[in-house]
């Protein structure tokens, strides 16, 4: 399948409880932060975004930290399902450079 | 309604033949990119159009040459294909530049190179 002789990190999760996935980001100049969800043959789909300015942010059943002092970035999906098994992707931005640069993808896996 | 369409989805093509991807964007978007994802689902950009101008060229073979007709269109020429051009591309778009907007990705195409 799509998925033989890739290793991503991966974080087995058990349906229903909470998973985090972190992100070291590069540019200190960046401020503006994306999570991205990637399921099999499909393309990324936006998740959560948070601005420079902020260090917390909710959305449904999601939360997003960013601790711009280590150049961090983490994904909290509270009562995961299945659906939420996928490759994640945290990407980073800023006004200078106009262009979205990606980290490398973390898979999760629900165990039902 | 699907928001960012690109065709095909899968194109298998032999080494030095020219293929097209296509992509367009209902969104109403003024700003558009491809990107290509490797083996290693890492994700790189190779371009990026805002209103029909070019605006971010990567480090990417001359050998592709990306046309924007329209702002809501952005289509991928890859001339002599390789080897090394398999993989999945992705064209995206978002509201302007430099605004820090998401991008909406299409479904990908993916290119098989024998």
């Known amino acids: 399948g799509e998925s033989v002789g890739l290793h991503l990190p991966t974080l087995s999760v058990q349906e229903g409880d909470n998973s985090i996935i972190n992100c070291a980001y590069s540019n200190s100049a960046s401020d503006y932060f994306i999570w991205y969800k990637q399921e099999s043959g499909k393309g990324p789909q936006f998740i959560i975004d948070i601005r420079s300015n902020m260090d917390k942010r909710q959305g449904q059943r999601v939360t997003v930290l960013l601790n711009k002092t280590v150049k961090h970035l983490s994904l909290q999906i509270a009562a995961t399902q299945p659906g939420d098994s996928a490759v994640y992707f945290c990407a980073e931005s800023s006004m200078e450079n106009n262009r979205l640069a990606f980290g490398k993808g973390n898979q999760v896996v629900v165990i039902p | 309604d699907t928001a960012v369409s690109q065709t095909p989805k899968y194109l298998v093509t032999q080494m030095g033949n020219d293929k097209s991807i296509k992509c367009e964007q209902n969104l109403g978007h003024d700003t558009m990119y491809w990107y290509k994802q490797d083996s290693k689902k890492f994700l790189k950009i190779m371009f990026s159009?805002?209103?029909?101008?070019?605006?971010i060229n990567e480090t990417v073979p001359n050998r592709f040459s990306p046309k924007s007709p329209d702002k809501a269109h952005l289509n991928l020429h890859i001339n002599s294909l390789e080897l090394g051009d398999s993989a999945v591309y992705f064209c995206?778009?978002?509201?302007?530049?430099?605004?820090?907007?998401?991008?909406?990705f299409g479904n990908g195409t993916r290119l098989t190179v024998t």
């Open positions: 995206a778009s978002s509201q302007g530049v430099g605004d820090n907007s998401p991008l909406h």
């Open positions: 159009y805002n209103n029909k101008e070019l605006i």
